[in-house]
């Protein structure tokens, strides 16, 4: 279906990302929405990392092991 994403949970519809008067998007109002998605991707990782502690450390040393291999 269009204007949905498909998520681990099943599907969810996508929020509606344009104003409601049909005016253009300026750049001050889409680097705050950006900041506003960024800031909640933040927190959703964190609630992950605090409940699923086993998982968050053995992403963390997955996440060593390649920088550790990486060559520049």
Do not use: K
């Not at 996508?14 to 927190?43: G, I, K, V």
């Amino acid at each position: 279906m269009q204007g949905e994403r498909p998520t681990s949970l099943g599907w969810w519809p996508m929020p509606d990302t344009q104003p409601s008067d049909d005016a253009p998007e300026t750049a001050a109002q889409r680097r705050a929405r950006r900041a506003q998605f960024l800031r909640d991707l933040m927190e959703a990782r964190a609630l992950r990392d605090r409940v699923q502690p086993r998982r968050a450390r053995a992403a963390r040393m997955r996440q060593q092991m390649r920088m550790r291999t990486f060559r520049w």
